[in-house]
């Protein structure tokens, strides 16, 4: 576990007020403070000035008589933080009562976890004192204001309200002046995509605001996760974003497996670091050309179309699942790699690494496509680093952070990670990232296969002791994936969370369309390409 050498300079900030501070079992890989409520702001204002990010917000209700209330104390919400510095992690924690679900908003502090707050409050009531944007987030009219899904009271079924009404009155915040106009794109939208509202402020075509209002695909993942099994949790993790199936399940099971002092495999866990390569080398294929695609380079688009589908069809051939769902499953994988399938994919990867190479020097140095994505959309390295991203995303903008590389898990602890990093911000430079990713992706593909264990691919889950608590790390496709799990008494999942990259790369959207013209929106959200379905939960 890593050993937060910074952690002492942490408390030191917090002064004579640590003492209120209690050191907790840790929460592998992670260190484990558990703070009084009057210490979160100075928490998060200490860890800003120490150049921490935040992976992450989540409330878990304690509500119900399963749950661990200690010495008779009423119902609670247990509100949980993750903090991240040079690979280590610390999550702070506190409990606020059910009856007066007040605490401090970091989000003044760290922009990034706005949504994040404004989320947990409306699925469990905890209200943000000084959190900079009150409006509801994911209600979307579904549910009365006084009522909270995640609450022990709100039933999984749901409550028959009628017909929701429109959520059309969200207050969008106006640019005043003359001149200015106000475009409203989506929800729904003409391409086959999730649902999603973009409302444009603009002078002539320049983007002056952008704001955005998610959440149209609301499915309730959290309160489904409630009573499940392992197995079933899996199953649902791998549901959370479909284009992120093996990350989501492998977050998830990696939490479980650490609440349940679990090791997988080591043949289990190489073949999941090989479906996790192979689903970040698909998406990116599909980005490069619908990005290109967006600026009417469809050459680009149809070769690497091409070039997916054939990838994805092997997939289905070797792992029965063209997106891989349900192959990764608690204490390891369900499906081996047979020794036909071992020597497919040596040939694959050479195939597609001769493939991609033309390809991708005319994406690189093609005039037509430099002069539509060099300066394109620019995000900042302070901007990026104020909202947290992580992946693509902010390795375009100099953040060089990767859970494979900096907080490795195994097998990537035993793999060179060759991390893609640009400075410029820009959409080219999210392109330029990706290349680099399916390079090394592809590089890590073929020293899996050298180096593949043999032996089982899975191992019991033990049952887990009440009330054990799980975080996973992993570093999927669109960067670092959070996933907190803890156990009830019967060995079923009382409380799942998962904290998909979008949560903090959508935001960034919106600041790096400013300056640019209107018709270059459509390239900038591709080259972010945020999950609706990840952030929506």
């Not at 994040?116 to 905890?126: P, S, V, W």
Request: glycine share 10%.
């Amino acid at each position: 576990m890593s050993g937060c050498d910074w952690l002492s300079d942490f408390l030191s900030r917090l002064g004579e007020s640590s003492a209120n501070i209690h050191d907790a079992k840790p929460l592998a890989p992670a260190r484990r403070l558990i703070l009084d409520p009057a210490l979160w702001e100075p928490a998060a204002r200490a860890a800003v000035a120490m150049g921490l990010r935040h992976a992450g917000v989540w409330v878990d209700p304690l509500d119900t008589p399963a749950d661990p209330v200690r010495d008779g104390a009423e119902p609670r919400l247990r509100v949980m933080a993750c903090l991240e510095r040079d690979g280590d992690y610390l999550i702070l924690e506190t409990e606020v009562p059910l009856s007066r679900p007040h605490l401090a908003s970091q989000a003044p502090h760290f922009p990034g976890i706005g949504r994040l707050e404004r989320h947990a409050h409306d699925l469990t009531g905890l209200i943000w004192t000084d959190q900079p944007d009150g409006r509801r987030w994911t209600r979307h009219q579904a549910w009365p204001e006084d009522r909270f899904p995640l609450r022990a009271d709100f039933p999984v079924s749901g409550e028959d309200t009628g017909r929701a009404p429109a959520d059309a009155e969200y207050p969008f915040a106006p640019i005043q002046g003359s001149g200015v106009h106000e475009i409203p794109v989506g929800p729904v939208h003409a391409g086959i995509i999730e649902p999603g509202h973009f409302r444009f402020q603009a002078m002539g075509e320049e983007v002056l605001r952008l704001e955005e209002r998610l959440g149209y695909v609301h499915r309730g993942v959290e309160k489904l996760a409630v009573g499940r099994d392992p197995s079933g949790l899996a199953r649902l993790a791998g549901r959370v974003s479909g284009d992120s199936t093996v990350a989501h399940a492998w977050a998830a099971c990696q939490a479980m497996e650490r609440a349940t002092g679990c090791e997988a495999p080591p043949r289990a866990l190489a073949l999941r670091a090989l479906l996790a390569e192979r689903e970040r080398i698909a998406n990116h294929l599909g980005d490069i050309g619908a990005i290109c695609n967006d600026v009417g380079f469809a050459f680009a688009h149809v070769q690497c179309a091409r070039l997916r589908e054939q990838w994805q069809r092997r997939s289905r051939e070797l792992f029965g699942h063209r997106l891989l769902m349900d192959v990764v499953i608690p204490g390891g994988v369900a499906q081996d790699l047979s020794v036909g399938g071992f020597h497919d994919l040596r040939l694959d990867h050479a195939a597609l690494r001769q493939a991609i190479d033309p390809i991708f020097d005319i994406v690189e140095d093609l005039p037509s496509l430099d002069d539509r994505l060099l300066t394109t959309g620019i995000l900042s390295e302070a901007d990026a680093r104020e909202l947290g991203c992580t992946g693509y995303v902010g390795k375009a903008s100099g953040l060089a952070f990767d859970v494979r590389r900096d907080s490795p898990y195994p097998p990537y602890d035993r793999l060179r990670v060759e991390v893609p990093v640009q400075t410029e911000g820009d959409v080219a430079a999210r392109v330029r990232v990706r290349l680099g990713e399916v390079r090394g992706s592809l590089w890590m593909l073929d020293r899996l296969l050298d180096d593949l264990p043999t032996g089982e691919i899975r191992t019991p889950l033990p049952s887990p002791e009440a009330g054990a608590l799980g975080l996973g790390l992993i570093d999927g496709w669109r960067g670092e994936i959070l996933s907190f799990v803890r156990f009830d008494d019967t060995g079923r999942i009382a409380r799942y969370f998962p904290r998909d990259p979008s949560w903090f790369t959508w935001p960034a959207l919106e600041r790096l369309i400013l300056g640019n013209i209107v018709p270059d929106f459509p390239v900038c959200n591709k080259s972010v390409n945020g999950s609706y379905a990840g952030h929506d939960l």
